[in-house]
């Protein structure tokens, strides 16, 4: 399973990020340590159309190197279909976090229910306010659009 996500951000260099539609995105950031270029794709957790961001959720927890790298330089790009675009990585509040969680599992449960939590350590019994709790843990980035 480790080359899965060489071969998204693959498919995204070669002009084909358009085949995974607005459910996943490629971020374009910069290390903090080395200062080189940095890409990742990560899936979209929720998208606002009205002010055009975007939220994603780091599955690993505070510790993964693209949500860190955000955090330290958040002015990057996004990769949606076949649109780039200039935005700024906004950490949500854990609250915020949670509430976005729980509308994400309503839509899409199985990921909710079996991938997320797993992977941070978290059972799950399927219910709305444990979506809720699960998502006070997990770290969201709000992608702004720049103007």
């Known amino acids: 399973m480790p080359e899965e996500p060489y071969a ?29 270029r ?4 990560l899936e979209v957790i929720a998208h606002d ?5 975007y939220v994603v959720a780091s599955g690993w927890g505070p510790d993964a190197a693209w949500y860190r790298n955000v955090l ?10 076949r649109r780039t675009i200039p935005v700024t990585g906004v950490p949500l509040p854990t609250d915020e976090g949670a509430e976005i969680f729980a509308r994400y599992a309503s839509r899409h449960r199985t990921a909710a229910k079996q991938l997320l939590p797993r992977l941070m350590g978290f059972a799950i019994d399927g219910s709305e306010a444990d979506f809720r709790a699960v998502g006070q843990h997990i770290p969201f980035v709000r992608f702004v659009p720049r103007t």
Request: charged share 20%; net charge positive.
């Open 8 to 36: 998204r951000t693959t498919l995204y260099r070669m002009g084909l990020g358009w085949l995974f539609g607005r459910r996943l995105m490629l971020v374009n950031h910069v290390g903090r340590v080395t200062g080189k």
């Open 49 to 53: 159309a009205n002010d055009g961001s």
């Open 72 to 81: 330290h330089t958040p002015d990057v790009t996004i990769q949606v279909g």
């Open 38 to 41: 940095r890409q990742v794709v």
